[in-house]
Nanobody, 125 residues
Framework: QVQLVESGGGLVQAGDSLRLSCAAS????????MGWFRQAPGKEREFVAA????????YYSAFVKGRFTISRDVAKNTVYLQMNTLKPEDTAVYYC??????????????????WGQGTQVTVSS
């Protein structure tokens, strides 16, 4: 099993930066693609970014526009999402997830079977 705990969210001004962290427990962390998703109230959870087991392959949603960077530290069992030039429309609860269904694409919510509790990111204008 994989247990995930996000942290690093908060209230910031437009243009500011945040780094989200996701701490994973379990011996098989390095065997999973990891993803970040976000969900605003009343909206469907949407893909943000994903990273391969080694960290050599990354995927991003178009709305990132080069502003976000996903990374992982296998030794620390942690995945990160560096968010720069934040915009009000980035406001959401951000979730990290471990991909366990390789029949789905890395951008597909259904590919991920393990989820953290989420961390709130609020960007004011």
């Amino acid at each position: 099993q994989v247990q995930l705990v996000e942290s690093g969210g908060g209230l910031v001004q437009a243009g500011d930066s945040l780094r989200l962290s996701c701490a994973a427990s379990g011996r098989t962390f390095s065997g999973y693609y990891m993803g970040w998703f976000r969900q605003a109230p009343g909206k469907e959870r949407e893909f943000v970014a994903a990273i391969s087991q080694s960290g050599s392959i990354t995927y991003y949603s178009a709305f990132v526009k080069g502003r976000f960077t996903i990374s992982r530290d296998v030794a620390k069992n942690t995945v990160y999402l560096q968010m720069n030039t934040l915009k009000p429309e980035d406001t959401a609860v951000y979730y990290c997830a471990a991909r366990n269904n390789m029949a789905k694409t890395a951008r597909d919510r259904a590919a991920y079977g393990y989820w953290g509790q989420g961390t709130q990111v609020t960007v004011s204008s």
